[in-house]
């Protein structure tokens, strides 16, 4: 009777459970995948404690691809797109795959704050300051002035038109592949260093100066990117070992900043007035009530801009003063910031480059299909559509958008809940606690056929592509429904019924396309980043690229780092095309690197400083 009895209850138990879970917004892990993650990562950490050296590249590799197929699970029939399992330290992990779950989060105004990424970038806060983009919480005028700024340089650069009434970022592109052409330079570079390069070149272009660019590019050592990488997407507390690592990394931008600014001109063009340093210092130094007191003891007025004589008196005066002082922390700040982006921020935008080239010069249809684009007499070469505008795309701009959507820069998204957060499905609610992460893998999402539905294929096409559905995991530019200069479809022949139109701002809206992210928290380098890739794309009528040596067209994610790249290992060879040399015009000769002036000390206090300089009276301080 008492077995009955106990069986029973365990029936019921086990009743009470299955009801909970099937009628649950939540879907769980296999319990044997999950128990196979906690292994790994129980492992990793015992290995770690022996040779005291933590495989992070290990452990990611693992979370991100549990992570990812939890998301492909809960995305099957019978699921709500949300997903939950327990790290070993019992903190919960949501993942969202959902777009209607997604688009609450990033367009519900209710929830905004409640939710961010600064515990994931604290490890910049002893890099950056604690004020920095990244790591300052959404919505506080800090993180808003620094995003304000940032969006104005973009949109500035843009829009600006030089003298032959062609954008300026088209022709620094132009004439950097000049440089990069074989018949000037033989040397062979592969497809990831041209296109870091270009990338590093733009943003200088933007955030310092086109002179400042030969001057970055001598100094610079892949290095620094490679340790501030290691500084993205961590919620692990920082170890005592690490914050001296980090210290030291702060050390290296702020010595790296002082000897870009001591070559030449550099500093009086990059401290002036309007210049993206100056606005930083503001920012940063300027804007701080508490700084007050001790700038107007070194006679600069907080109340009036920063002029180029002060902007550089202050970086003189940290120079001697290091961390040991609040101004001086501040203004260290301010500089190491105004790298982050040219030190880091190429790398996405050159994975956006290395996929689309990889697509168009790898694939001759669409090579042939963007070539004749761009050879039509009337198609407008200064076109760039609106994100969120109406307008109708290119096929060129629908092949990049593939390259986003196939291997987006970042492969998930993540945040973190700072204050309890409701999230409604299916007529039922969710509450996520404090602390909770949540993670929004992009394979899952992006690959998705309700996202991004299949596709069948006429039998004209299925004889060409060898195949009769394309599907989400697919290259395919026309599933953007590109039209050409009469507004007609490009390959309408291709489908058995014209798709349903789709537009990124709309994909991005409904929390399907999240290259760019959405809402409120958008990356402000979008445009510059379409911009930029639309114009390397034009050059396809200048210049011949070709890629030797590089892998077969394929895009499985990269889960080792924070920002995925795929491919850019091939050779790239670039030569001009013969319609576009001048008769008689030499072979155009790389300018000579710029003479760089080292110190042995950058902190010595008697460096350049002009006797009449004010930053003499701050080092005697």
Known sequence: ????????????????????????????????????????????????MEKRELSKEKIQETFMQFVVDLGKKSLQPNHKGISLFLLPNLSRVY????????????NNRALQGKYGQTPLFNRLDYILG?????????????????????????????HR???ENRYELEALIEEFFELQSADVNPNKKTLGQVMDALSRRVLLYNYFSKKSIDVFETLYHPSLTQELMGCLFDIEPVSDTEKMQLWSLREKIFNFGCLLLQ???????????????????????????????ELLSRGIDPKRPLTERDCSNLIEFAKCQGDTCALSSAVIDALNESLFIPLLGFDATATLLITTLRIMLQDPRILKMVRHELAAADFDHSKLSTWGGEEKLSYTEAVILEALRILPPAPAIPEVVQEPLELKQYGQSITLPQGALLLMPLEAIHQDSSNFPDIYLSEEAEALLGKKVVTAKDIFPERWLPVDHQGNHYNAHLFT???????????????????????????????????EALSVVKMLTKFDFEIKGEDALNFPFVYKTPL???????HLTVRKQQEYKKTGENALVQKPLPKIVRFNNFTDRNINVPEDDLSQQFCKA
């Open 1 to 48: 009777m008492q077995f009955i009895l106990y069986l029973g209850l365990m029936l019921l138990t086990v009743a009470y459970i299955y009801r909970r879970i099937t009628h649950s917004l939540l879907t769980f892990p296999h319990p044997v995948s999950y128990l196979k993650l906690t292994a790994t990562l129980f492992n990793e950490k015992l290995q770690s």
């Open 130 to 158: 604690p004020n920095n983009l990244m790591s300052s919480k959404n919505g506080t005028p800090g993180h808003d002035n620094l995003r304000g700024a940032i969006l104005r340089r973009n949109e500035d650069l843009l």
């Open 564 to 570: 995925q790249r795929q491919g850019g290992k091939g």
């Open 161 to 163: 038109k030089n003298q």
């Open 263 to 293: 070559q030449g001109e550099l500093k009086e063009e990059l401290c002036a007035t309007d210049s993206w340093l100056n606005r930083l210092m503001t920012a940063h130094v300027l804007d701080k009530k508490a700084l007050e007191e």
């Open 95 to 106: 993942v969202i795959t959902k777009p209607a779950l997604i688009h609450q989060i990033y």
């Open 497 to 531: 019924d014209t798709p349903q139109s789709i537009h990124p701002a709309q994909k991005e809206k409904e929390g399907s396309f999240l290259s760019f992210k959405t809402g409120r928290r958008r990356c402000p380098g979008l445009r510059l980043a379409l911009g």
